[in-house]
């Protein structure tokens, strides 16, 4: 965007904040030219819309394309039966567990990529109450994330009723008052996917050690976004998707982790035959794998797999601390920007301010028009139609970001593509929405 481009006072009922708007873009320039990410933006397709939903979608990775037609047209069309071994499709879900592990902190060996996220999480919790009673018959509860992606609350209430456990949902910032004897496994979101709240993953998965039981990692929003640390703060399970930061497309396969001293415990409630220690030799009797093979089920997605699989050829070299840094700048950014154009009361940030508690997305309260400011209200109403009204109209101007009722708007920061002057762009349109009413 050229300052030529940005609109001045007249449109803001006479705020002088023309001028501000000129700093904050000439501001994003150089944030941009300074960027060492930058150039990741050309291994995308995008257009001129500001993608700020890489959270629930990420774009489209250029190296798909290509290797999806060449899976279907010679893979499959040529080599039809052949490509389970010549074409690596057999291994392919561990093979890109692997290339998953180095975003997660993972040695190898560890992860295994297939079935959804929903799925994954009923074999972590089942898998891991199974090891947990092992220790002790009367480790008999099932702690979850308050607050959590629903899936992973209804699942783990199936888990309990099939282990004779119960579910207590618990904040996670309260873990580690909340875990005891009783516990058999925690559940936990590490970011929130509403609030953007990241959770304290070492010490809470410390807590839970300390009392005994296991702890389950929800990796959704924070795989490739930030570091995690798996293997360096002793998770024992851990699942996620890849269709949000690792750009994998949509439906891709999910993972996951199952720590190496767990594997050989590690029992699995939906022991397919890809799991089987020797899947052809089509045995009657179960006995399974060894290592991550141990987590997978039946025949693998192969064209979503490997669509997956070249989504994360951009990730090669890119440092995941260098994600991290430039993700707080966007989020910091944003939140600047957004307190400088948007008029006053009209959006709360739920999102913390902290970065130690920051993930990879801004979340915003939005008031609908007329009720800034309401006593008692911090300004922001709980009825449904103001934030999913002007989540609509700030897609329309090219804006995009998603609405979560009742009154959530968010925007999710992909730090491989985007760019700070879109940043500024997203908080001025807003802005321009709300103003306009
Ligand atoms: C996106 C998301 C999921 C999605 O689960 P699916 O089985 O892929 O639909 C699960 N958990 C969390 C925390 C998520 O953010």
Request: glycine share 12%.
């Amino acid at each position: 965007m050229s300052d030529a481009t940005i609109p001045t006072a007249e449109a803001a009922g006479g705020e002088p904040i023309g001028p501000e708007r000129t700093a904050l873009a000439d501001e994003a320039a150089g944030l941009d030219a300074a960027d060492p990410l930058r150039a990741k933006r050309a291994a995308f397709t995008l257009d001129d819309t500001v993608y700020l939903d890489g959270n629930s979608l990420g774009a489209l990775p250029r190296a798909v394309p290509p290797r999806l037609a060449d899976v279907v047209a010679r893979e499959w069309g040529e080599l039809r039966i052949r490509s389970w071994e010549e074409s690596g499709w057999w291994t392919a879900p561990e093979r890109i567990g692997d290339r998953v592990a180095r975003l997660i902190g993972a040695g190898p060996g560890q992860v295994v990529v297939g079935d959804s996220t929903s799925v994954n999480v009923f074999k972590a919790v089942v898998a891991a109450v199974r090891i947990a009673q092992q220790r002790g018959a009367h480790r008999d509860q099932i702690l979850v994330d308050e607050a959590t992606f629903p899936t992973d609350g209804y699942i783990a209430e199936s888990a309990a009723r099939m282990t004779g456990c119960t579910v207590l949902p618990v904040a996670a910032g309260d873990v580690p008052a909340a875990v005891g004897a009783r516990t058999a496994v925690v559940l936990v979101n590490h970011v929130d996917y509403r609030t953007g709240r990241l959770h304290d993953l070492p010490g809470t998965t410390a807590a839970v050690h300390a009392a005994g039981a296991l702890v389950v990692w929800d990796l959704c929003h924070s795989a490739g976004a930030l570091p995690v640390g798996l293997d360096a703060h002793g998770v024992d399970l851990a699942v996620g998707c890849t269709y949000k930061y690792l750009n994998g497309g949509p439906g891709a396969p999910a993972y996951l982790y199952v720590a190496r001293a767990h594997q050989p415990r590690f029992d699995s409630p939906l022991p397919g035959w890809n799991s089987h220690a020797d899947p052809f030799g089509m045995a009657s009797a179960y006995t399974p794998a060894g290592g991550a093979v141990r987590g997978r089920v039946g025949t693998p997605d192969i064209l979503s797999m490997l669509a997956l699989e070249a989504a994360l050829e951009v990730w090669d070299d890119v440092p995941i601390e260098d994600v991290r840094a430039k993700s707080l700048a966007l989020t910091d950014f944003f939140l600047r920007c957004v307190e400088r154009y948007v008029p006053a009361g009209r959006v709360r940030s739920i999102t913390p301010t902290a970065h130690a508690e920051r993930g990879s997305q801004v979340a915003l309260r939005c008031a609908a028009a007329g009720e800034a400011g309401e006593p008692g209200g911090a300004g922001v109403t709980a009825e449904a139609g103001g934030a999913g009204e002007v989540m609509t109209e700030l897609v329309r101007r090219g804006v995009v970001g998603d609405f979560r009722r009742p009154d959530v708007l968010r925007f999710g920061f992909t730090p491989l593509y985007t760019g700070f002057a879109e940043v500024e762009r997203a908080a001025r349109v807003l802005a321009d929405v709300l103003r306009e009413g």
